[in-house]
């Protein structure tokens, strides 16, 4: 390879770093969750924006069978929630008990269980529900439905642990990001430099014999 043609490959590969790293700081700075109510903040305390998706499925008996999985959801008006029994914790139920929607099951601990409810324009806003028999040891979630609820800006500006480490796809911190990108910038760099330097001395040696 000439020098000009691995000087633009080598630029280019830094830039790549440089841009992808600065993406993902802005994702970290931008991720938009709902505000919840502290009424929701349940055993697991797990969440997942599910907009975009036509089905969601919550898990009964989660954790150590106290808790739904994940705790909090924000779908669009027409999704359909399934809420899936473990069959651990012993016997639950589903009842929204604070917001716009509206729902109750049976108390059960079969596992596989099932109750769908399709969010409709009418459940627009955060609803609170609770696992009656377990409301008092923490078993409490949150639906949120649609674009007009209060919501904040998470990620970017945090210096502690996610808000939960179940969250696999939470973005890297701001302080992070730009390490990595130095270290990529970094090797690249010296990376130019040895192959540059000793590539065309091995190249003008094997020329002299």
Not at 64 to 88: C, R, Y
Not at 199 to 206: D, I, W
Request: aromatic share 8%; glycine share 14%; with cysteine.
């Amino acid at each position: 390879m000439k020098r000009r043609e691995f000087m633009r490959t080598a630029g280019g590969s830094a830039a790549a770093v440089a841009a992808t790293s600065a993406a993902a700081g802005t994702a970290a700075a931008q991720e938009v969750r709902p505000v919840w109510p502290s009424e929701v903040e349940g055993n697991v305390n797990s969440y997942t924006d599910a907009r975009g998706q036509d089905e969601v499925t919550i898990s009964v008996g989660a954790g150590d069978g106290l808790a739904f999985d994940p705790t909090k959801v924000w779908v669009d008006p027409g999704t359909t929630i399934v809420w899936e029994w473990t069959g651990n914790g012993g016997d639950h139920n589903v009842h929204a008990v604070n917001g716009p929607a509206s729902f109750e099951t049976e108390i059960t601990g079969e596992e596989g269980f099932t109750f769908e409810y399709e969010t409709s324009e009418e459940d627009a806003g955060i609803t609170h529900y609770q696992c009656d028999p377990h409301a008092q040891v923490g078993m409490h979630g949150g639906l949120a439905v649609g674009e007009d609820i209060e919501t904040e800006e998470v990620g970017g500006a945090n210096t502690g642990w996610p808000e939960n480490v179940h969250d696999i796809g939470v973005p890297l911190h701001a302080h992070w990001v730009g390490l990595i990108t130095a270290v990529g910038i970094t090797l690249t760099c010296i990376f130019t430099f040895y192959v540059l330097k000793y590539g065309e001395s091995a190249h003008t040696g094997h020329g002299d014999r």
